[in-house]
DNA sequence: CTTGAATGAGATGTTAAAGTATCATACATT
DNA sequence: AATGTATGATACTTTAACATCTCATTCAAG
């Protein structure tokens, strides 16, 4: 059963790594329930492992993004829904926010700017639709965007919060703040 | 001059290690223009390097929060100062993002919890003024302006924004969120 | 029951980085 | 000028984790 066992190792290596990103790979062979030498059977390395996990990570967040802006009739709504799946999809990917050695790998950095540079597409098409506020400076509204969902993963992570209250709670702060506008002179 | 050399130190590790989390202690060395033993003639371990520059971001936070709020006159302009006082200070703790070994240290992750708690405080008192909106969690409320920070931080040190701009936005988005508010039929 | 593939356990080799020790040099103080 | 302290360079030891290898065991297929 080797696909089973690989998958076994993934999910162990995203447990133990979101738990702690230096993780090594006893650790992770531990949290997989698999002998340590099984893991070097199925990945020529702990990088190539990594690798893999990333590689895993990046598809599964473009898989559920394509979806999500597949049934959007609005560049607002595909941003809406986008933003949405991605948070959702956060228990995939959180282990890379401290995996350092991973930015270095033109692969995994590359597929970081793409899916940057997409947001920002989503972004621009939604401000020309009148929903995003024109005197933000793009960059902002990208890496606020990107701040908020970060900030979505982990508190559903520590269990601040459930998933869909922090799915909604995204698109909620980014629609408007999370001042009551009242006292605007402060 | 013992104390200008270990300044040197700390400033060269807080570039090293912003550039590359894990960076080694010859790379720090590199960095602080200083030859490799010296480090260790300042600093027990590379731990206990880290952990002396840990304290250091930390109570460079505290002392820059503290200026910001002694001169509010209400809880939500506290915040408001403290906000962009923390944005400010961004480069002396950015490194502390990724650096993984740090959270397994009690004070370190003690005193970030501390630092949430109060922000939490100061997220409390304005939101009794009637700036914050009661109907968002204030677990959300503290997450993601710390997520804000935090995105901010980064725009900075990549150049995509200047510093005192990041200040501003990070308060103006709290404020009034990135949409326009024209189409919230969306 | 036999066979073969995958696994677990653990011994062993390998390497990168931490940490220590030594010595010559520079520099400030007296 | 004499002295003491801090430093840089370098060689050395130690350690922790990666990676490899071997062998007994399990388990499914025939």
Redesign the pocket.
């Known amino acids: 059963?080797?696909l089973a066992?690989e998958e076994r190792i993934l999910e162990g290596a995203v447990r133990a790594l979101s738990a702690s990103p230096n993780a090594?790979?006893?650790q992770i062979a531990a949290e997989a329930?698999?002998?340590?030498?099984?893991v070097?059977?199925?990945f020529?390395?702990?990088?190539g492992l990594l690798r893999a996990l990333a590689r895993r990570a990046i598809a599964q967040t473009d898989r559920v993004t394509r979806q999500a802006t597949a049934r959007a009739c609005t560049a607002t709504d595909a941003l809406r829904l986008a933003t949405k799946a991605v948070v959702g999809a956060g228990e995939s990917y959180r282990f890379l926010e401290a995996a350092a050695e991973l930015r270095d790998e033109p692969e995994i950095a590359g597929a970081y700017e793409r899916q940057m540079s997409e947001l920002a597409d989503l972004v621009r098409a939604s401000r020309r639709e009148g929903f995003i506020r024109p005197d933000v400076p793009l960059a902002w509204v990208v890496a606020s965007i990107d701040g908020l969902i970060w900030a979505a993963c982990r508190a559903v992570g520590e269990g601040e919060l459930g998933r869909v209250q922090a799915q909604d709670l995204v698109w909620d702060t980014i629609t408007s703040g999370l001042s009551t506008g009242a006292a605007k002179e402060f």
Not at 33 to 38: F, I, P, Q
Request: net charge positive; charged share 30%.
């Open positions: 059963m080797a066992t090594t790979v006893d329930r698999v002998g340590r030498a099984t070097f059977r199925h020529e390395s702990r990088a």
